[in-house]
């Protein structure tokens, strides 16, 4: 697996894709993940995208995850989003790295569940196919903290036994998960229903820890720890599973962490060298 740096997830701002990946190169991670209309940029403005690829080969430094650049919930934009897509996604597949992410809230107070999973099947349907033209895939996150459903009149999918499903309905066989550990722990997910997955359907893994002494549904999706901080998410557990099913592509800390955020915000090195030996320790407990 590939210890990949996500630099805003620890509170590590407007660093451009070179500085990005030298910082990993620098604080012992694998692999960055990237913005395919960054690559797209620099590419454009430099001959092509074997500059991009020597940008992370000449530094030791895979390519990890991108997000999917279309908001499929946005009819006003999605249709030009989703023209743009193919040639962006490309870019991603010419540097090796033909997994995008995206996700879908786990409410909405329009629609009651049955019209919104027709709402999103329609809209990601075309993203699905879009990718699927030129060799890409995308893993949709599933959002479970109840603390955010809670928020909303009418709740969605939230955990990844439904949202693997969705995307199988969608029929590209193209479409997986981003499989988040603490999204998997407040979603009161366990470790058997891992076997649900196979290796094709997990396009990213992020891992973090939940704070101690809060019950699982009073968490807050943006408090958290680095894996195996607390010990609270069993993260050996799940990442025994997946490695057992042959993943070995980019795993990302998540940690949404005030401390780490704001040492990141100061010294981007230190943030970053403690997040990518944290990350580390769990791979080598697997």
């Known amino acids: 697996m590939l210890n990949t740096l996500l630099a805003g997830a620890i509170g590590i701002e ?8 030298k910082l990993a190169a620098a604080t012992g991670f694998d692999a960055v993940n990237f913005s ?21 080969s000449s530094n030791g430094i895979k390519p990890g995850g991108w997000g999917v650049p279309v908001n499929a919930g946005d009819d006003s934009k999605r249709p030009d989003q989703i023209l743009a897509l193919p040639e962006l996604a490309s870019l991603a597949v010419a540097l090796g790295a033909p997994g995008g992410t995206s996700g879908i809230m786990p409410g909405n107070n329009e629609r009651e569940y049955d019209a919104e999973y ?22 949709i996150e599933f959002i479970a903290p109840k603390t955010l459903r ?8 939230y955990d990844m036994p439904r949202m693997l499903q969705f995307g199988k309905e969608l029929g590209t066989g193209n479409v997986g998960v981003l499989f988040d550990l603490w999204h998997h722990y407040t979603a009161h997910g366990t470790v ?39 010990g609270v998410i069993p993260a050996i557990d799940y990442m025994k599973k997946l490695k057992a099913l042959g993943y070995s592509g980019p795993v990302a800390a998540e940690p949404f962490s005030d401390r ?4 990141g915000a100061t010294d981007p090195t230190a943030a970053a060298k403690e997040t990518a030996s ?4 769990l791979l080598d407990a697997i």
């Open 192 to 230: 058997e229903e891992l076997d649900l997955l196979k290796v094709e359907d997990v396009i990213l893994v992020h891992v973090n820890d939940a704070p101690a002494g809060i019950e699982i549904d009073e968490q807050l999706d943006n408090q958290r720890t680095l894996p195996m901080e607390t």
């Open 150 to 157: 809670n928020r909303f009149t009418y709740e969605f999918i």
């Open 260 to 263: 780490l955020n704001a040492i």
């Open 36 to 56: 395919v209309i960054e690559v797209k940029e620099l590419a454009d403005a430099n001959g092509g995208i074997e500059y991009v690829r020597n940008l992370f």
């Open 278 to 281: 944290t990350t580390q320790s």
């Open 118 to 139: 027709a709402f999103w099947q329609e809209r990601f349907l075309p993203v699905a196919e879009a990718l699927k033209s030129v060799g890409a895939s995308v893993g």
């Open 14 to 21: 407007g660093l451009s894709l070179e500085e990005q990946i």
